[in-house]
């Protein structure tokens, strides 16, 4: 599933994933970035980039402004209006398993809609 995997030391500190071209439809590419924080704080930010836009959305936990500390950012635009409060596991490898269970959804969908 991942292509190459790097860590980004630019701006904030995160793993940057490069999801395998063979799992989605030719015209999607897909990147995983994932900060983790020693209080268990984290973001998983999911983008898909396609010929003429892209597909975003962001599994947060972390204080802010804008909801609870759990939250998520729903797709295409993964943006800040339209959050909504969220509740997360415990365990990381949990949360990780959520994430890409997801991310396995999304692609589902993908291949559907060819």
């Not at 983008?47 to 892209?54: I, M």
């Amino acid at each position: 599933m991942v292509e190459s995997a790097a860590i980004i030391e630019e701006g904030k500190l995160h793993l940057r994933v490069a999801l395998a071209e063979a799992y989605y439809p030719d015209t999607v590419s897909a990147r995983l970035e994932i900060r983790w924080y020693r209080n268990d704080d984290f973001n998983f930010h999911y983008q898909e980039e396609h010929q003429d836009s892209s597909w975003a959305c962001r599994w947060d936990r972390h204080p802010n402004a804008h909801n609870s500390r759990g939250h998520f950012h729903p797709p295409p635009a993964a943006s800040r209006t339209d959050t909504t409060d969220a509740t997360w596991p415990d365990d990381h490898r949990d949360v990780c398993r959520l994430v890409l269970d997801d991310i396995e959804d999304r692609i589902e969908t993908l291949w559907e809609q060819q």
